[in-house]
């Protein structure tokens, strides 16, 4: 019933930005929280950032001061925005959303996932 459709992963230098996007279909009721996991190769799937609708966010202590996420919630979409990028950010980024549906359920949804390499 939910789909989590991510973009904007890519290839890029070491000290560069990339901005990773994400929204949600379906029959979405709300969305209280939406956040970014990443897993490296070879590494457990982590926390990356993490934003409820009300405005908390969360960071992995590894990424503060460099990553901002943020939320449109109008559209059921949530950003990343990755700035000063090193080779310990490689890997594949998840979205993932505690969704509550029009019928009454709720949704631990994640999406497909998309590469982010940063290379030295």
């Known amino acids: 019933q939910v789909q989590l459709v991510e973009s904007g992963g890519g290839l890029v230098q070491s000290g560069g930005s990339l901005r990773l996007s994400c929204a949600a279909s379906g029959s979405i009721s709300s969305i209280p929280r939406m956040a970014w996991y990443r897993q490296a190769p070879g590494k457990q799937r982590e926390l990356v950032a993490a934003?409820?609708?009300?405005?908390?966010?969360e960071y992995a202590d590894s990424v503060k001061g460099r990553f901002a996420i943020s939320r449109d919630n109008a559209k059921n979409t949530v950003y990343l925005q990755m700035n000063s990028l090193t080779p310990e950010d490689t890997g594949v980024y998840y979205c993932?959303?505690?969704?509550?549906?029009?019928?009454?359920?709720?949704?631990?949804?994640w999406g497909q996932g998309t590469q982010v390499t940063v290379s030295s």
């Open positions: 993932n959303a505690g969704v509550l549906v029009t019928s009454g359920g709720g949704y631990d949804s």
């Open positions: 934003k409820t609708s009300g405005g908390t966010t």
